[in-house]
């Protein structure tokens, strides 16, 4: 597993494993990552389905519920198939560009 850490976001990133090692792995090292926004980013996943997505589903409420984001980037899964619940976005800019808006967002209590 890779981490990349930018400011208070870190980038995590994992190639040619199961998506059960994965998750595995992203739950493991999580209490080293709960203090900063997540950007997961599943480009090296050839095939990914929404069921896929909802593996994410209670890490994802977990740290959102801890005033953190929680992103995850791919662009074989739509938008319109994943729950509104978990955040989804085609590129690693745009999870950027949501962090940053849900950040101030927290600022101003929204």
């Known amino acids: 597993m890779i981490f990349n850490k930018e400011g208070t976001t870190t980038i995590v990133f994992q ?53 953190k984001s929680f992103v995850l980037v791919t662009d074989k899964v739509a938008y319109d198939d994943t729950p509104e619940e978990i955040n989804v976005v085609p590129t690693i800019q745009e999870a950027k560009d949501l962090i940053e808006m849900e950040e101030i967002e927290r600022d101003l209590g929204i």
Do not use: Q, R
């Open 15 to 67: 190639e040619k494993i199961s998506l059960s090692t994965f998750l595995e792995n992203l739950n493991k090292a999580y209490p080293k990552l709960k203090h900063d926004n997540i950007i997961v980013n599943l480009f090296s996943f050839n095939e990914l389905k929404a069921g896929d997505i909802l593996e994410f589903f209670e890490i994802s409420n977990m740290h959102k519920a801890s005033n």
